[in-house]
C-alpha cells in the first residue's frame, strides 16, 4: 500500500491547508520524503459534520457487524506487513521485535474487543418488569442499556505507533462501543498512520460501515487537536501521552460550553519499594531484574520503574552495588523523537540541580545523537519529602533511588507520591506481614499494585487497570486497558414502558442474544414471561 | 430529640465561626427561632482530616458491616418521627403526606444500597489467573476489584430534604461504596438537616464506625462549599441543584491541581412529543394528565415536564382547550424557599419578554406570598429553534408548548434540543411506527426515554437512569438514583502476583463472598483451584 499524505475525511481525502510537514527519522535525524498535508479548519468540520452524521446508524450496528469490522480492523494491519514494519522503524527507530511484538498486541487487542463486542456483557442490560397493579401508584416497565456516547476523539500516541495510536486502545474500544472516531495523527509517525488509517478505511467499507465512521487528521502543532476537542460534535476524548498535554486537553473540555469526558493517561513514576527481607535474600536478582526493566524500550513506556525507595541497610548497600554493576553494562538506546530526547536531556539536568540529588549510576557507554543515556540517580528521603520537584516523571531510561533512614520515613515518602498507573512491593511473605500498611497506602495511590515484579509489561486482559489517580489519569474510575476500557465511551440509558418492538434486541422479553441480564434483581440468562 | 445547630465534625460539634443563620417558614415568611452556627475554615479542615485519616479503616469494612450501618441510618431516620416530618413541614412548605413519600423513599433507599452491598456484584471481581509457564513471557495472576475513590463531598438539595439531602441517594451511594462523606446543609432546611445528620451520628456510633465517616458543616453562603470541593482530600462531588450550581461546582473541580469528578444533577426541561395518533384518541386524557403532571409538588421536581412539543391541527387545537380547561383550576403552591419562588417569577416574566411568546393559560387562583403560580405559555416551532433562551428551564409549575407547522419542523426542534433527564413521547403504535426517527434523536439527548406516561415520579430500581446528556448532569455516564448509582464513587485496582493473604476477601480462590465472579472471560461462581 502506498502512503497517501492527504487527510482521511469519512471516505474522502483533503489536502487540507495544503501545508504539509514530513517525518524525521530519529536514528539518522533526517527528513523523511513523504509529505503529510496539515488537516485545514474545514477538514474538522467535514469529518466531525459526517462522525455525527452518521453516528446513529454505526450504534445501531449488530454486534456481530461491529464485531466483524474491528476484526477485519486487524487484518487490514497485518496485510499490510512489513511495509508498515519499515515504516515504523523508520519513524520512531524502535527494534523489529518490539514493532513486531507491539503489532501483535495491536491486533490481538482488535480481535479481544471483537469477542468482547459479541459477549454483549457491556450493554449491561438491566431489566424491572412492571407492576401495573401496585398502590399507590403502578410501578413501571424500566429496562436499561449501555449506549455509545457519539463522536469520540483519539490522539495517537508516540510512544505506542500501533496499540496507543490510530488503531489502539482508545479507538477500538470506542468502535467497540458504537462511537464514531476521529484520530489526530502523532507527528512523530504521520506514515504509520497513514497507513493504519488506509487500513480502517478498508475494513470500513468492507464491511459496509457509515461514511464518516473514522477519520485521521494531520498536524504537526495545536490546532487541530484543539479544533476537534472543543467542537461542539465531540462527546469524549482519549488520550496517552505527557501531563502537559493530557491537562491541556483536559482543561479546553472542561471549559467548553457543554464539557465532555477526556481519558488522559500522563505521567506516572510507578514507585517501586523494596522491602529489607527481600534485599537481604535476593539483591543481586532484584538489580538484575530493574537494570533492565528502567532501559527496557529506551525507558518510554508509561510504566516505567523511575522511583526506587528502600531503608538504608548494609543490604541496600548491597543492592547498589550489583545495580551499579547491572547497570553500567546497559546501553544507550534510540528515542522516538527530537522532542523526547530533548526533554529527557533537560529534565534529567534539572534533576540533577536539585539539593542533595547525587549521581548512583550511568550506563558506561556514551549516548549518540538521537539516544537515550540510562542513569540512576539517588536522593535521601528527607530531601524526596520537601520536594515536590524530585516527584516528577523523567520519561525516559532514568530512575531515582530514595534512601530512606528509617521505616517511618519510607512512609512518608508514600504518603507524599502523586497518583500512580502501578506500585510495586518487593518482599518476602514476612515483609508483606510487617508492612501491611504499606500495601494499604500504596493502594490509596495506584491502579495496580504489582508484587515480587516489574511493572513495565501490561497483560492485555479484562482484570487489568492501566489507569490510576491524578496524575496518572484524568479519571481514575476508567482504565485504558483490556475490555473494560469500552466504559469509558459508554453511558446507560432507560426505556420506561416501551413498546417491545422499540427496545433494543438486548432489553426485549426474548434473549436472542443469550445475555447474561439483571432482571428483577437477579442475574438470569432466561427470557421474560 | 433536640436540634443542635452546631456543625457536625466527625463525632465532635463546633460553633464554628460563632456566626449564625436561621431557617425561614416559606408559607409565613418568618424566621425559625434555631441558630445555626456558620462553618469556619478549620471545620472544614479538620473534616476533611478526619475523612482521609479513618478512610482506609472503612473502606475495609464488611460488606456486612457497611449494610447495617446503611440500615441503621434508616432506623434512626424513622426513629425521630413526627419531629422530622413537622420540621421539613416548617422549613420548606412540603406537604406531610408528600414528606412521608420522602421519608420512606429515603429509608428505602438506604436499605436497598445495603442489600446491594452485601450482594457485592458492585465490586465487579474479575480474575485472570496466571500461566507462569507461558512463552515468551509468563503470564501473571491480575485480579481486579472496584474500590472507593476516598473522602465525597456532598452538597443538600433544597428540593428534595431527604431523599437528595444529608442522607440521601449520594450520600447512601458514598457509603455503600465505602467512601467517607462530608455534607454541606442546604441552608433551605438546616433543622432537616442536623436532623438526619444526628441520625446518622447515631447508627456511625452504634455500629462502631471510625470518627470521621460522617461530617456535616452548616453554611448560608459559598464559602464553606468552596472550601470542601477545593480540598486536597476531596476526592469527588455530588450535587443536585441548578446548572448555575452545579456548573461552579465543577469548574471549581476541574481547575483544581488535581482535578476531581463531580456528578451534578441540574437543570432540565423533560421534553414530551405529544404524537398526532395520540392526540386524536385521547387528547382529553393527556391534558388532565399533564396538567397534574406540571403542577406536582408545584413543579419542584427535576423531571418537572416542562416543554410539550407537538405538529399542529384540529386536535391539537382541541388538546390545548382539554389543558386550558384542566390547567385553569390547578392550584398555586407554596414553594420551598424565597431563592426559589423569586427564580420562578424572574424567570416566567423574562420568557415572557422573548417575542412570540404567548400565554396559552394560568391557574385562575393568584398566588399568595411564597407560592408559585402555575403557567403554560406557547410558541411556534420557528421561534423555538432560532432562540435559545427559550431552552432554559424555568423550576417551578411552568412549560411551554411548542407549536410545530411540520414534522420536519418538530425534528428540529428536537435536533436544537439540549441534553435531558428524560423524554417522553406520547404516542400510539402507528405514531411510533412513523416517528421511529425521533425515538433515536431523542435517544442522543436523554437518560430516560418514556412511553405514554409522565416523567414525574422516578422509580428508584436498578434498571433507572436519572441522569443525562450535559446540561442535565456533568457527567452523562452515570445515574444519580438507582443501586448504579455507587459507580460514580469507585474505581478499579487490580493486584499482580498477590499473596493470596493480602488479596480482599472478594478475590482470594475461595469465593467466600459467593459472587459472580468474571474469571478467566466467564461469569462465575466457582471457587478457584
Not at 549516548?367 to 528521603?381: C, E, F, L, N, S
Amino acid at each position: 500500500m502506498k502512503i497517501d499524505g492527504r487527510n482521511i475525511v469519512g471516505y474522502d481525502y483533503s489536502i487540507g491547508t495544503g501545508l504539509s510537514f514530513q517525518g524525521v527519522n530519529p536514528i539518522s535525524n533526517s527528513l523523511i520524503p513523504e509529505q503529510f498535508f496539515i488537516a485545514s479548519q474545514e477538514d474538522v468540520e467535514v469529518a466531525m459534520f459526517k462522525a455525527r452524521e452518521v453516528f446513529c446508524d454505526f450504534s445501531k450496528s449488530s454486534l456481530e457487524q461491529r464485531a466483524l469490522f474491528l476484526e477485519y480492523i486487524a487484518y487490514e494491519i497485518e496485510s499490510l506487513g512489513d511495509v508498515l514494519i519499515t515504516k515504523i522503524n523508520e519513524e520512531t527507530g524502535l527494534s523489529l521485535d518490539r514493532i513486531k511484538n507491539e503489532r501483535a498486541r495491536t491486533t490481538d487487542q482488535l480481535r479481544m474487543f471483537a469477542a468482547y463486542v459479541r459477549t454483549g456483557n457491556w450493554l449491561e442490560a438491566t431489566i424491572d418488569t412492571g407492576i401495573p397493579e401496585r398502590k399507590p401508584l403502578p410501578k413501571p416497565d424500566l429496562r436499561k442499556i449501555m449506549f455509545p456516547l457519539g463522536p469520540v476523539v483519539v490522539f495517537g500516541a508516540s510512544n505506542f505507533p500501533l496499540a496507543y495510536s490510530v488503531a489502539g486502545g482508545d479507538t477500538a474500544s470506542a468502535f467497540a462501543a458504537g462511537c464514531t472516531v476521529i484520530v489526530k495523527a502523532h507527528p512523530a509517525h504521520p506514515g504509520t498512520s497513514a497507513l493504519v488509517g488506509q487500513a480502517i478505511i478498508k475494513a470500513a467499507k468492507h464491511n459496509n460501515m457509515p461514511n464518516g465512521v473514522f477519520s485521521l487528521l494531520f498536524d504537526n502543532g495545536f490546532t487541530i487537536g484543539k479544533a476537534l476537542v472543543e467542537h461542539p460534535y465531540a462527546t469524549a476524548v482519549g488520550f496517552t501521552g505527557s501531563l502537559g498535554g493530557g491537562r491541556a486537553l483536559f482543561d479546553l473540555a472542561a471549559n467548553r460550553k457543554r464539557p465532555i469526558p477526556v481519558f488522559a493517561e500522563m505521567g506516572s513514576t510507578n514507585p517501586v519499594i523494596l522491602l529489607p527481607e527481600a534485599l537481604k535474600n535476593r539483591a543481586n536478582e532484584i538489580a538484575t531484574n530493574y537494570a533492565a526493566s528502567i532501559t527496557l524500550g529506551t525507558g518510554q513506556f508509561c510504566t516505567n520503574p523511575g522511583l526506587l525507595l528502600a531503608i538504608g541497610s548494609e543490604e541496600l548497600e548491597q543492592f547498589k552495588k550489583s545495580l551499579i554493576a547491572a547497570f553500567k553494562l546497559t546501553n544507550p538506546g534510540i528515542m522516538l523523537h527530537k522532542g523526547i530526547v530533548d526533554a529527557f536531556v533537560h529534565k534529567s539536568e534539572s534533576i540533577f540541580s536539585e539539593s542533595e540529588v547525587k549521581l548512583l549510576v550511568r550506563s558506561e557507554k556514551e549516548a549518540d545523537t538521537g539516544q537515550g543515556r540510562p542513569v540512576i540517580v539517588t536522593v535521601k528521603g528527607t530531601e524526596f519529602v520537601k520536594n515536590p520537584a524530585l516527584h516528577q516523571e523523567v520519561f525516559g531510561p532514568f530512575s531515582m533511588l530514595v534512601e530512606c533512614e528509617s521505616v517511618a520515613e519510607l512512609y512518608s515518602c508514600i504518603e507524599y507520591l502523586q497518583g500512580q498507573l502501578t506500585g510495586t512491593l518487593i518482599g518476602e511473605p514476612s515483609d508483606f506481614n510487617e508492612h501491611r500498611n504499606l500495601v494499604n497506602l500504596l493502594h490509596q495511590k495506584v491502579g495496580r499494585v504489582i508484587f515480587n515484579g516489574v511493572p513495565t509489561g501490561v497483560e492485555v486482559c479484562p482484570s487489568m487497570t492501566h489507569g490510576g489517580v491524578y496524575p496518572a489519569t484524568t479519571d481514575s474510575r476508567f482504565t485504558a486497558v483490556g475490555v473494560h476500557s469500552i466504559k469509558r465511551f459508554l453511558r446507560p440509558i432507560t426505556y420506561q414502558n416501551a413498546p417491545l418492538d422499540i427496545l433494543p434486541e438486548a432489553l426485549k422479553n426474548r434473549n436472542t442474544l443469550s445475555l447474561v441480564r439483571f432482571i428483577n434483581g437477579k442475574y438470569s440468562t432466561k427470557d421474560i414471561d
